[in-house]
């Protein structure tokens, strides 16, 4: 069964600090790959979906990144601010079923 | 965008009551539903996937005859919890793909909560 394993599981880092999130699969034959943040109580919010023929994609302050052949996905936020405190799941399939990271807690602080 | 709706988006329930949740696909065609819980402090655990018209397939360590899982057209998917107990209590998740979609498109989630 595939696993998910986000690091770290949380972040503490002041405004503006730029940063990386790692997300790791057990089984590196991920079709596609979804960054998702949550903020507390809330549901999911899709940030970058990274498709098959794809290795990265950018959105504003965020880019992410996959490899493949390693399972492994990074997400970088650049210019970090407080508003961008949630917590941060990636998700990947391996064919019709999603499987979701553990996540990392992240706080900017001000 | 694509949107998926659940409803409600809160319930409290008595132990040992059913409760229904829906979710639908409210602007393109759901071939594929997923149901998803998430405790506390914890990452969402995939429960089911549902295709149109036929039985849902659950993850391992799900029981089926208390998640019932329904998904009867291509915009609608309905989970029902059977005889809750407050160890149901969670954050219940829906997500939809339409065919030919690589991304997942999320419902707002349902809080449940089993007294």
């Known amino acids: 069964k595939q696993e998910v394993t986000q690091i770290p599981a949380a972040l503490s880092v002041p405004e503006g600090e730029n940063l990386v999130l790692n997300c790791s699969f057990t089984?590196?034959?991920?079709?596609?790959l979804q960054w998702f943040r949550q903020d507390p109580g809330k549901g999911l919010t899709s940030l970058l979906l990274?498709?098959?023929?794809?290795r990265e994609q950018t959105s504003g302050r965020l880019n992410a990144s996959l490899d493949k052949s390693s399972g492994r996905s990074t997400l970088y936020i650049a210019a970090s601010q407080p508003g961008d405190s949630a917590t941060y799941l990636c998700?990947?399939?391996?064919?019709?079923?999603?499987?979701f990271g553990t996540g990392t807690s992240l706080t900017v602080i001000p | 965008g694509a949107v998926v709706s659940q409803h409600p988006s809160w319930v409290i329930c008595k132990s040992g009551t059913s409760v229904k949740i829906e979710c639908r696909s409210l602007?393109?065609?759901?071939?594929?539903m997923f149901w998803y819980r998430q405790f506390p402090k914890q990452s969402l655990m995939l429960m089911a996937t549902?295709?149109?018209?036929?039985?849902?397939?659950?993850e391992q360590g799900v029981e089926k005859d208390k998640f019932l899982i329904n998904h009867a057209s291509l915009t609608l998917s309905t989970l029902t919890v059977t005889s809750a107990h407050p160890e149901d209590s969670s954050f219940y998740i829906c997500s939809a793909t339409g065919q030919g979609d690589d991304e997942q498109y999320f419902g707002p989630g349902t809080r449940l909560t089993v007294t």
């Open positions: 602007d393109f065609q759901a071939t594929t």
């Open positions: 089984d590196s034959a991920i079709y596609n």
């Open positions: 998700a990947g399939n391996t064919g019709n079923q999603f499987y």
């Open positions: 990274i498709q098959s023929s794809q």
């Open positions: 549902s295709n149109e018209g036929s039985k849902a397939t659950y």
